[in-house]
């Protein structure tokens, strides 16, 4: 018998989002910030699950789940005019 905390941490890991994940440049466009700013964001960690693709160097291109544009979307304060 697996011991009972192998077993909860089996029970909650997330299922996988089928949804794509997004480049800076198409999360740039969709928020419509600047790409800088989207950079910006990542390294604050405003988008959870953010990372590099490929072989991870400095280098590789940015990856944004789905997921991650949700969560910074519901964080962000709205705006009053």
């Known amino acids: 018998m697996q011991p009972k905390f192998l ?3 089996f029970i909650a890991m997330p299922k ?7 480049t800076v440049k198409e999360i740039a ?6 790409r800088e700013t989207v950079l ?3 390294s604050e960690n405003r988008f959870p ?6 072989s991870g160097s400095i280098n590789s291109p940015i990856r944004i ?4 544009l949700d969560h910074y979307r519901t964080t962000q304060p709205l705006a009053i005019s």
């Not at 996988?16 to 997004?22: G, L, Q, T, W």
């Not at 466009?29 to 600047?34: F, H, R, S």
């Open 29 to 34: 466009a969709l928020t419509k910030l600047c």
């Open 49 to 54: 699950g953010a990372y590099r693709a490929g």
């Open 65 to 68: 789940p789905a997921a991650a």
């Open 7 to 9: 077993r909860r941490s």
């Open 40 to 42: 910006q964001l990542v």
């Open 16 to 22: 996988h989002d089928p949804r794509p994940d997004y």
